[in-house]
């Protein structure tokens, strides 16, 4: 089994790792996809994928209005921000979607 | 040396016409102070769960249908999993393998357009960025939209712009979205290879942020240059994500593919399968006004123009005023000719079917001139009175006793002896200047044909 | 020990008062037990002041610390919540403040659910009440060590692969995880949105019984919340003769023989009532410790995408916005829940997904239908609630795999949706042990009746030693 490439899922993940962080977080990843890796002797029939084990359909909602938190309270749990917008570092020329 | 053909897909996302957000009760609204229409969902706080409006599904149906799609009773909500400070929770909601519709088609100038599928998503918040920094306001995250993909069936980037055009005629003639593209309401990403093979498709770019029909269509002549003098310098074209300046025109290459994100999708835990049943779906079909392209045809066959055809079908508020007059007024021609000249002149006034049908009826039944039609129009325009009211008030009723329009004749003809010696001579051309002295003598109110048949029969005495 | 109407009961005719039992729990309140995040005193104190005639009337709550109240701040026991304060909160709070519950404080537990003994808490690790130097069990070990130790009647926890069943075992009171949408998850920061159940820990089947009652119900807040009619919990008292319980033999392999021992003779006392019993079999219950792992881990690394530090929680500034989201996220996180982040990204990347995630939701059907068949032989399965009692702290901190090991018991009912309570069965030298037992959808009241049969044979009061009333 290859090595899983820790530093490719810390950027998807969107972790930082420092060094030796990383180090040992590699060979802890390396025994987890070990242990799971278990899961491909086990027979299976091939099912549709739905994922969702209810029977019950999604309900909908109307489309009515429902008040909106106040301003305050959108930014109450953050320090960061400026004329009601939140804010962070500019993000132009940082396209990763 | 044969020619290089390129090939364009279109991805659209228009924006739904629902009150509130997708997954949430806030407010969708146009303008508003930031972070106003903002909840713990769309602001996507620990602990929140979506829940799904149902207005939006419809909307998303009726599209489907209006593109001639399948509509799947079952679809599923995947997330899309990236970062962004714009995207609230790590993860967009989107539909990714299993759509609400699929397979669809429309015809483009005669030209067959097929549609992949229509699916339903959320939208994103909005950044605006400054010099150190950027700022992000949450009104516009979970406004609901519809991602509309086509096949690669355009050859032109005019025939991408007529795509975009009649997509757009249909989604706001159907009332599913409001398509301003000024408002990011109807955005499209094109996406386009070129290759001098039959059969053979090139290596695709994406082309992103176009705000306007105009740079659709040049950022696709420029892509095309830059990707046929890719291949002529005998490189490869790379996929790629373009944006383009419409200052200089060009087209540029923003980011390479290859690095892309992995979106991880999987199914929404959070919301079980999307069914729809085929009650609602037919229920939804008969809420379908006839698109534009048809509705033109059924005017051409009632006896109108093409050009006649095309105004009237492309405004849902013109068309829909001229069927309904047709119900009570018969007369294709004539009421085609009211919506064009008067109505339209009018600027679409606010007129009810009833009261504009009673007016032609006057005109027809020869009660009052064609002049005073329009005079009567303009004052229901103005005064939402009926049409009789107006007549009357006004004395706009038509002089066609004749009697007493032999009386006018015979005082004409005696006013102007010349013309007069010259018409019993049988000057046949004389009896329009006759016609148009009584008129003037009756301030337009003399019914013409009237007038005319009387003033021949005196000629023929002599 | 009294069970809620006991008290209801006493509240009216005046021989104790709401505020006297609320002042006697939180007298209990041990600092060493290191059960409670946040007590919430004044809270309390201002919910009494309601006139209410609700079920659960003056009964002081503890509540997990990863189920939002408005105003107090939920911290999920991770340094990435930072500061955070709710603007709502949970359908279930909302439903309990209706019924005249009051809250005492927000438990600990392992960061954001992810444990098995509530060591693994940016607040420092809970011990357990019957001896501090083991584990309470987790991940809703402060949750049940509050009950365990008197200074709450009642809790509410939450249960991904058994954090409410494990630590009730550990702790020896009852821990029940309802049928998937059951009970309403607004208001339950998520970790595994498909398997997670808000869960309740109690001193007894009748009060876990009035609770669920309570909070139990479709919510139009929650798209996954059934709108099935929900049951009478409140009466326990019939159990069917004609009811078949099965042993499925997978779950008594690899155990302590103690808790062998133990819930052979639950099973005996239950056979005494006329209850008939059938060894079962459920081939795949092996694999339910991979398989619930990566279902688990993925939906968590995409659950925990949005503590990037931009709205709420923990911020570090860096060079970029990305700079900022990674280093906030590094430093908001503790190794284990980055380890989960981490093999989730794994598991659900396109290199992997059809091998892994993929894989594992098929297998996880398999389950299911495994033990739909098996309830079309019997009503009801028995099992341990845990291979053996609690562990000491420290044990298993760093060790990735055996943290997982209790979860063999517990995680297959959170697969398969199914409702399933763990009561206590026994004791094994100081520390107590439980018995399981796992129904078919909906049947809450059938797993709690049969609790409430065992109960009234055996009272096992003696394990709450903490516990005084008055």
């Known amino acids: 089994m290859k090595e899983v490439d820790i530093k490719h899922l810390s950027k998807l993940a969107n972790i930082e790792l420092e060094r030796e962080e990383e180090k040992k ?13 278990q899961i491909q002797e086990v027979e299976v029939r091939q099912t549709p994928n739905t ?47 | 040396m044969s020619e290089y053909r390129p090939t364009i897909g279109v991805e659209v996302h228009a924006q739904l016409k629902t009150e509130t957000k997708l997954f949430c009760g806030c407010p969708v609204a146009f303008g508003e102070e930031a972070n106003t229409n903002v909840c713990a969902i769309c602001l996507g706080l620990p602990g929140v769960l979506p829940s799904l409006n149902k207005k939006a599904v419809e909307l998303a149906i009726k599209a489907g249908l209006a593109l001639n799609c399948e509509i799947h009773t079952k679809s599923i909500f995947a997330r899309k999993n990236y970062f962004y400070p714009d995207l609230p929770k790590g993860y967009q909601i989107t539909q990714y393998r299993f759509p609400i519709a699929t397979d669809g088609k429309i015809l483009v100038e005669g030209k067959e357009i097929r549609i992949k599928r229509v699916h339903l998503e959320e939208e994103s918040a909005k950044s605006i960025h400054e010099t150190d920094k950027s700022l992000i306001d949450y009104n516009r995250s979970g406004v609901p939209l519809i991602e509309i993909v086509t096949e690669p069936d355009i050859d032109s980037p005019d025939m991408a712009v007529a795509y975009l055009k009649t997509l757009q005629k249909i989604l706001q003639f159907e009332s599913i979205s409001d398509a301003v593209m000024a408002r990011a309401e109807f955005r499209c990403e094109p996406n386009i290879s070129v290759s001098k093979e039959e059969g053979k498709l090139g290596t695709r770019t994406e082309v992103k942020n176009l705000n306007s029909f105009k740079a ?88 109108l123009s093409k050009e006649d055809a095309k105004i009237i079908s492309s405004s849902s508020a013109a068309s829909s005023l001229f069927e309904e007059i047709l119900k009570l007024v018969n007369e294709p021609l004539e009421v085609s000719k009211w919506i064009l000249r008067d109505y339209r002149s009018l600027g679409g006034p606010d007129i009810s079917a009833a009261s504009f049908a009673e007016m032609i009826e006057m005109v027809l039944s020869g009660e009052i001139s064609r002049n005073a039609g329009a005079e009567v129009l303009a004052e229901m325009t103005r005064t939402k009175k009926a049409p009789k009211q107006i007549v009357k008030e006004k004395n706009l009723a038509q002089i066609s006793d004749s009697n007493a329009l032999e009386k006018i004749v015979r005082e004409v003809l005696d006013e102007n002896p010349d013309e007069s010696t010259r018409l019993k001579k049988g000057e046949k051309k004389l009896i329009g200047f006759f016609v148009g002295q009584v008129m003037k003598k009756t301030k337009g109110k003399a019914d013409p044909k009237e007038v005319s048949r009387i003033i021949s029969e005196y000629e023929k005495k002599y | 020990m009294k069970t809620i109407p006991e008290y209801q009961e006493l509240f009216k005719k005046g021989e104790i008062t709401p505020t006297g039992l609320l002042t006697n729990c939180l007298k209990k309140i041990n600092p060493s037990l290191n059960a409670y995040i946040t007590v919430t005193e004044e809270l309390a104190r201002k919910g009494l002041k309601k006139d209410s005639k609700g079920k659960l009337r003056g009964i002081p709550i503890a509540v997990k610390d990863n189920i939002n109240i408005k105003g107090v701040p939920t911290t999920c026991a991770s340094n990435v919540l930072k500061g955070f304060i709710p603007p709502f909160s949970a359908t279930v709070i909302e439903r309990i403040e209706k019924n005249g519950g009051i809250f005492i404080g927000k438990t600990n537990l392992d960061e954001f659910g992810m444990g098995s003994s509530t060591e693994r808490s940016y607040y420092g690790p809970t011990k357990n009440p019957f001896d501090e130097t083991k584990v309470p069990g987790g991940s809703s070990g402060g949750s049940a060590a509050a009950v365990s130790s008197g200074s709450a009647v009642i809790s509410l926890g939450s249960d991904t692969g058994g954090s409410v069943r494990q630590p009730a ?23 595994g949105s498909s398997l997670d159940q808000i869960g309740i820990i109690g001193r007894n089947s009748v009060d876990v019984g009035i609770m669920l009652e309570v909070i139990a119900g479709y919510d139009p807040k929650d798209s996954t919340s059934s709108k099935k009619e929900i049951d009478d919990y409140s009466d326990l008292n019939e159990v069917s003769k004609n009811i078949k319980i099965g042993i499925p033999e997978e779950y008594f392999k690899h155990i302590d023989p103690g808790v062998h021992s133990s819930v052979m003779e639950i099973k005996r006392r239950i056979e005494k009532e006329g209850i008939s019993f059938k060894s079962v079999s459920l081939p795949t219950t092996g694999y339910i410790i991979p398989t619930y792992q990566v279902i688990s881990y993925a939906e ?15 911020r570090k500034n860096g060079e970029s916005f990305h700079d900022t989201i990674r280093k906030s996220r590094d430093a908001g996180f503790l190794p284990e829940v980055k380890r989960r982040i981490l093999v989730g990204t794994f598991v659900l990347s396109s290199e992997a997904i059809a091998e892994y995630y993929e894989r594992a939701d098929l297998i996880r059907r398999l389950i299911t239908q495994e033990f739909n068949e098996v309830f079309r032989e019997v009503d009801y399965l028995l099992t341990p609630a845990t291979p053996t009692p609690a562990f000491p702290i420290g044990e298993r901190t760093d060790d990735p795999i055996r943290m997982h090991v209790p979860d063999r018991m517990t995680a297959g009912a959170n697969l398969a949706g199914l409702p399933a309570v763990v009561a206590p069965a026994g004791m094994i030298g ?36 903490e516990v005084r009333d008055e």
């Open chain 3, 300 to 314: 968590a690394s995409s659950n925990l995408a949005r503590y990037d530090g931009v709205r709420y929680g923990l």
């Open chain 1, 25 to 37: 977080l590699q060979e802890d990843l390396n025994k987890i996809i070990k242990h799971i890796r």
């Open chain 3, 430 to 465: 100081n520390l107590p042990i439980g018995y399981q037992i796992i129904g078919k959808p909906f049947d809450e009241k059938g797993i709690l009746s049969i609790v409430r049969l065992v109960e009234k044979m055996a009272p096992f009061e003696g394990f709450l030693k």
């Open chain 2, 216 to 303: 659709v269509k040049n950022s696709l002549s420029s892509e095309i240059k830059r990707q046929i003098g890719i291949l002529e310098a005998g490189e490869v074209v790379e996929q790629a994500t373009i944006h383009y300046s419409e200052e200089t025109g060009k087209t540029w290459v923003a980011r390479s593919k290859e690095k892309s994100s992995d979106y991880r999708y999987f199914p929404e835990p959070d919301l079980p399968p999307l069914n729809v049943d085929k009650k609602w779906i037919e229920e939804i079909k008969a809420t379908l006004g006839e698109l534009p392209g048809r509705k033109k045809e059924k005017y051409i066959s009632l006896g």
């Open chain 1, 51 to 97: 994922t969702h084990l209810s029977v019950e359909a999604l309900p909908f909602r109307d489309d009515k209005k429902e008040k909106p938190l106040s301003v305050k309270e959108v930014l109450s749990n953050t320090k960061e921000q400026y004329k009601n917008h939140f804010t962070i570092n500019r993000m132009i020329n940082e396209d990763n979607t």
């Open chain 3, 169 to 191: 075992s550990y702790c020896g009171l009852v821990g029940l995880k309802p049928t998937y949408g059951r009970v309403s998850r607004y208001g339950l920061v998520a970790f």
